[in-house]
């Protein structure tokens, strides 16, 4: 296992999407390797979209569990631009993001689960009407 020294964050040595979409695998020059699932990527997406200017901005978005990413397109040497199957496509996912995401996934995830049942919302999708 490689180190780094303290003020540089690891980088990527493997990015993967998952065949049926729902995740993106991300492993580390440190041997660190994360899923992450699509659904936590989308409603924690860093654009303005989600986090707003401020923290106040931030919107809740729900009825994403079974989201999926379309492309993982490369922006610079230090980031990806990811596409749902929603159209949203405005979140740069930085290097430093992808790791912290990895690194507390299931504080995350409680985090979320927490606000949307605190609002009332679901998870998944609203149903189709038709």
């Known amino acids: 296992m490689s180190t780094t020294p ?3 964050k690891p980088w990527p040595t493997e990015l993967r ?3 049926d979409r729902r995740a993106l695998e991300v492993t580390f020059e440190t041997g660190e390797r994360f899923v992450l699932p699509a659904e936590i990527l989308r409603v924690r997406s860093p654009s303005a979209e ?8 931030r919107k809740l978005v729900a009825g994403k569990r079974a989201v999926e990413i ?3 397109q490369p922006t610079g040497n230090y980031a990806v631009r990811l596409v ?6 405005t979140g740069i996912f930085s290097w430093d993001y992808l790791l912290d995401c990895g690194r507390n996934l299931a504080t995350w995830e409680a985090d979320y689960a927490a606000e ?4 009332g919302l679901s998870r998944d999708p609203p149903a189709r009407r038709g």
């Open 116 to 119: 949307i049942a605190a609002a």
């Open 6 to 8: 303290a003020d540089q």
């Open 50 to 57: 989600v986090q707003g200017h401020s923290p106040a901005e």
């Open 17 to 19: 999407l998952r065949k």
């Open 70 to 72: 379309l492309e993982v």
């Open 84 to 89: 749902f199957d929603d159209m949203h496509d």
